[in-house]
């Protein structure tokens, strides 16, 4: 390690290749920003419904008055249907105003931002040609307007004196296309005798503007003014009228939180210094000078000692190593890390508890998936974006070693962190889980631990392959974060919705098993891993860039450097694959009498685990070819690739798989004859497909994956030497790589408009046929007016309360016999609302509809929770 002044020999690393660190610790000032504004605004939401007494039950009361009016007049399943209208109603309306409230700190900011250069002209600033005459003046306006030509080609930069300042100092504002650069009075004077530091303070002034990150500057200090304005405040305020008794530990939360904001915000302002003065000293002339400027500047002088850390500017020590080594900007930080993962936990559960609220009916999508998009665009563009510009240091051959699993623990610590700080409520965060059962706490932190090491692998192989091909690396970045958004936000979301859900249910293993279980197995989050294959393998099919366009990986005017480029082997991946849905076409001819057999037994449940033994075989025929495909394609150092490929071919190879078990089917269940006329009965084929290659899919991708990981170990890689730079394409791998594509694109999009006609009933829904628990537990004695409200609304709150391991890997339907049992117990209560559920239940169970089933059950279940807060007020008043 060199002093901090001494100069580096060898190649300085170039990081403007890719969207730089400012950027990145931008995206953390922004998610530090909507995580404590929402945390203030579900906090004052919270604080209106306590002080104004609106408890739930209260909030629903136009809701309940018209179901409980409307019993003996309408129709059982049209009353539900009303009811859960109005619910939505209400709820949705709740939901808003957190979410809402961002919109003013947003509407402050833009209005600070886009004033904010009327405060430097507050200061009385002059034209630089204004300043005195003279030749040696002219002189200098004429080099100073040639630097700004140079530096800042098309950007219309005006340069201004401060006539007040005798620093040698200077500063750029203003807005996009209308920059300005204001030099201090002491810098224009300073020019007769240090000319050369002068000129490199005007290069790192104009480099903020070369490096588009002015309007990140002025953004930066507009949202801190904003938060302290429109969230601090009214919270603050808000607390000492209500709660009066409650403003030191608020005092002390708001604290923390303008700490954090500030801590980001110095964050930004740092990075942005470091990234000019490697911009302003990109070669090694000018390197000299700008060290020399650094080391006259005298921006750290009002923060003495620790206090520096405050400091908008870094050390002066700090610029210097930077400048003589601009790779430090590359490197993998841990801070970086564990600010999103903290700024996660903080922010999720405010927008998560607000947007479950527009989501009664229970549906898992919108509940996670939403809010998981969110955090996951602004967290994919800390991770992903740190591991790429890591990446590109690796490439060039002086970059250190990533350690990726120092910074997955960082972000777990860092969500875990961010948890404990924001205990708004106290049903979703992992720390009272913790508190239930340490063990069960730790192993879902486990759990995303091993979430974000896998998604940080994949973000690297995604670098190596990608950087390697790509002529526009920040646009190939930025598509990068956006396929990482859909991936890792997917899983982030489901992984607090699962902490949610153990909490509120029960904290035990059994509960913590179904989770995980139904995580794993979950289809969109499966498919979030066929999307993450076919990405990284897309790389392969993208021929090398011509001479002169690749990546810039140096500084000091260096050739673009060609890297080596792994070709994607699609074709040969895909051998194994249509092997094995041959053998499962011929071989499940002796599957055939064990089909016949179930089929016969009728309501059983025989015939739906023979289908399940069918389905079974093919996916281990799959996972043989995802073996066999990890041999082809892999090898020793390319496990991931082997990977990718084979979750690539296997989605390629469900559907064909999922027509030969239909076939199979149809013939055991119908026969020879009358095969095909069974593809017409119930649903409809394409939902039928469909629903056999999820199924498929979904039980094949992790033993695959296993395999060929496993797969490429078996074969020794001998590493080619780099290929000549070649334009031409491999036409059979883009062909393959091309059809494998739009087919998957073509089922997404068309599995989607089915799914919505679906839901608007354009498309009959498919009729389910019960097994036979499901119509015991339906079929049971009822007893109108047995059972008290309360003693069936606890029974129906506690009825999904503790699920066994079974319920997650169930073929015979138990959600619907708890489901059902539920629907049979309160048809006996002597509440007629709740009985008139019930008969909804019933009629919805008669024409074999799971999703109306589902919908009862919830309706029902946030009855109840009303009806429990009516009680509370009556054991209140008595």
Known sequence: MTAAGEMVSGRRLNPFALPSSTTSRFLILITATIACSLYLALFLFELRLRVAYLPEHVRHAECLSSLRSGVRSVEPTLLVDRYGECTAGVTAGEALLPI???????????????????????????????VSGGEAHADLVRGFTSIAEEEAPGKNVRLLVDPGRGEVTGRALGLPRRHIVVLSMGLVLAHATTPAITEAVLRHELAHIRNRDVGI???????????????????????????????????????????????????????????????????????????AAIETASS?????????????????????????????????????????????????????????????EGV????????????????????????????????????????????????????????????IRAEVWIWTLASANPLIGLTYCLVLLLIIRAFLSWAKACSSAWLAVSTHPRTITLAAVAVSAVVIGSWLGFWFYGIATVVQAGV????????????????????????????????????????????????????????????????????????????????????????????????????????YVTMGVAVG??????????????????????????????????????????????????????????????????????????????????????LAGCGSLLRARRRPPVPEPRRGVNRPVVASATIVITLALAAGV????????????????????????VMEAANQPIKPGSVPQLDACRYALGVFASPGVRDALNTDQRYYVLAAGLINRVASSDDPALRAMAQAGYVWLDR??????????SRVLHYCVLVGGEHQVDLQAS
């Open 100 to 130: 809402g409230s961002l919109v003013v700190p947003a509407l402050f900011a833009l209005l600070l931002y886009a004033f904010h250069p009327l405060w430097a002209y507050r200061r009385g600033l002059m034209a630089l040609a204004q």
């Open 217 to 291: 500057a002025h953004f930066t200090v507009a949202i801190w003014w904003s938060f302290l304005l429109t969230a601090c405040v009214p919270a603050l305020v808000a607390t000492a009228i209500w709660i009066p008794g409650g403003l030191l530990p608020q005092c002390a939360r708001l604290a923390a939180m303008t700490l954090v904001l500030w801590l980001a915000r110095t964050a930004v302002l740092r990075a942005r210094e470091h990234h000019a003065d490697v911009r302003a000293g990109d070669t090694a002339e000018r390197q000299e000078t700008m060290a």
């Open 300 to 360: 750290n002088r009002r923060y003495p000692g620790p206090l520096r850390f405050f400091s908008s500017h870094p050390a002066r020590r700090y610029r210097l190593a930077v400048l003589n080594e601009p790779g430090r900007l590359l490197r993998l930080d841990q801070w970086e890390m564990f600010s999103a993962g903290s700024l996660a936990g903080l922010g999720f559960a405010p927008v998560y508890h607000s947007y479950s609220q527009l989501d009664i």
């Open 364 to 423: 898992v999508d919108a509940r996670y998936f939403t809010p998981g998009l969110m955090f996951g665009l602004l967290i994919s563009g800390v991770l992903v974006v740190a591991v790429w510009r890591a990446s590109t240091g690796r490439l060039a051959g002086q970059g250190s070693r990533m350690s990726l699993w120092w910074a997955s623990a960082s972000f777990t610590v860092g969500v875990i962190a961010g948890q404990y700080a924001a205990m």
């Open 508 to 611: 035990t293993w059994d509960l913590l098993v179904v989770t995980l279980v139904t995580m794993v197995r979950y289809t969109p989050l499966v498919l979030t891993i066929a999307l993450a294959c076919a990405y990284l393998v897309a790389a392969g099919t993208r021929a090398r860039p011509a001479p002169g366009s690749g990546l810039r990986l140096h500084l000091d005017d260096a050739a673009p450097v060609l890297l080596q480029r792994l070709p994607a082997h699609l074709v040969r991946a895909s051998l194994p694959f249509a092997v094995a849905c041959c053998l499962m076409a011929v071989g499940g001819f002796a599957l055939q009498p064990m089909l016949t057999a179930g089929s016969r037994q009728v309501g059983t449940g025989q015939f739906l685990e023979a289908v």
């Open 621 to 706: 025929l799959l996972a043989l070819a995802a073996l066999a495909a990890g041999i082809l394609v892999g090898g020793r150092g390319s496990g991931t690739w082997a990977v990718a490929h084979a979750g690539v071919m296997l989605l390629a190879a469900v559907v064909p798989m999922a027509l030969v078990i239909l076939g199979h089917v149809a013939v055991a269940e119908c026969g020879w004859e009358r095969a095909g006329a069974c593809f017409a009965q119930g649903a409809p084929l394409q939902v039928t497909i469909g629903n056999y290659a999820t199924l498929t899919y979904t039980y094949a991708i992790y033993p695959c994956l296993l």
């Open 750 to 773: 068309y599995g989607a408009l089915l799914n919505w006609r679906l839901t608007v009933g354009a498309i009959p829904a498919a009729r389910m046929t019960w097994q036979r628990p």
């Open 848 to 857: 074999g509809r799971a999703d109306m089933v589902t919908k009862v059950v």
